[in-house]
């Protein structure tokens, strides 16, 4: 079964930085690709970055350019470092990956971006 864990959101101002992580368990992490969503309220969940088993990325238009995307396949971790935030960035942030054809996400991490 898998899992995946996100950690450090928060209250950030607006121009600030954030870096999240996901920590993954079951399975072997480093076959899979990984990438995050975020849903803002009253709006539908949206692809934010993904990254590829070997390393490829790739960014929603939005945030390309500010977000980060990366793995640490040693730690089964994966991190979104953001910068230059935004009001419009207000989300909570998912990790999720796809094994056999089947989804899995983790809980959700609340990131506020507020002056």
């Known amino acids: 079964q898998v899992q995946l864990v996100e950690s450090g959101g928060g209250l950030v101002q607006p121009g600030g930085s954030l870096r999240l992580s996901c920590a993954a368990s079951?399975?072997?992490?480093?076959?899979?690709?990984m990438d995050w969503y975020r849903q803002a309220p009253g709006n539908e969940r949206e692809f934010v970055a993904f990254?590829?088993?070997?390393?490829?990325?790739n960014y929603a238009p939005s945030v390309r350019g500010r977000f980060t995307i990366s793995r640490d396949n040693a730690k089964n971790m994966v991190y979104l470092q953001m910068n230059s935030l935004k009001p419009d960035d207000t989300a909570v942030y998912y990790c999720h990956t796809v094994r056999r054809g089947e989804d899995y996400w983790g809980q959700g991490t609340q990131v506020t971006v507020s002056s």
């Open positions: 079951g399975g072997i992490f480093s076959v899979y690709a």
């Open positions: 990254i590829a088993p070997d390393g490829n990325t």
